[in-house]
Nanobody, 120 residues
Framework: QVQLVESGGGLVQPGGSLRLSCVAS????????MGWYRQAPGNQRALVAR???????NYVDSVKGRFTIARDNAKNTVYLQMNSLKADDTAVYYC??????????????WGPGIQVSVSS
């Protein structure tokens, strides 16, 4: 079993910053791509940012220039630095990882999600 746990969410004023972290644990042999998704009420879950094992990144247009994704392979951790936050960024944020387990199975793993609220 592989688990992902997110942290760092909360309430912030417009223009503020938050840093999300996601730690993977369990029977991990290798982690390929890692990413952050978000789901606002009434909307589908959608990609925010993604980073490959080779550190290639991609972002949804609405967060380019404001959000930065990074990973620490030694800690099995992915981060999302969110600056200049807007009310439209309010959502539950989910961490995702493409993992090869010690049993050599490939698994698509999700964290439970963490709330990010941007409001004055």
């Amino acid at each position: 079993q592989v688990q992902l746990v997110e942290s760092g969410g909360g309430l912030v004023q417009p223009g503020g910053s938050l840093r999300l972290s996601c730690v993977a644990s369990g029977n991990i042999f290798r982690i390929y791509a890692m990413g952050w998704y978000r789901q606002a009420p009434g909307n589908q879950r959608a990609l925010v940012a993604r980073i490959t094992s080779g550190d290639t990144t991609n972002y949804v247009d609405s967060v380019k220039g404001r959000f930065t994704i990074a990973r620490d392979n030694a800690k099995n951790t992915v981060y999302l630095q969110m600056n200049s936050l807007k009310a439209d960024d309010t959502a539950v944020y989910y961490c995702n990882a493409d993992v090869q387990t010690t049993w050599m199975r490939r698994e698509d793993v999700w964290g439970p999600g963490i709330q990010v609220s941007v409001s004055s």
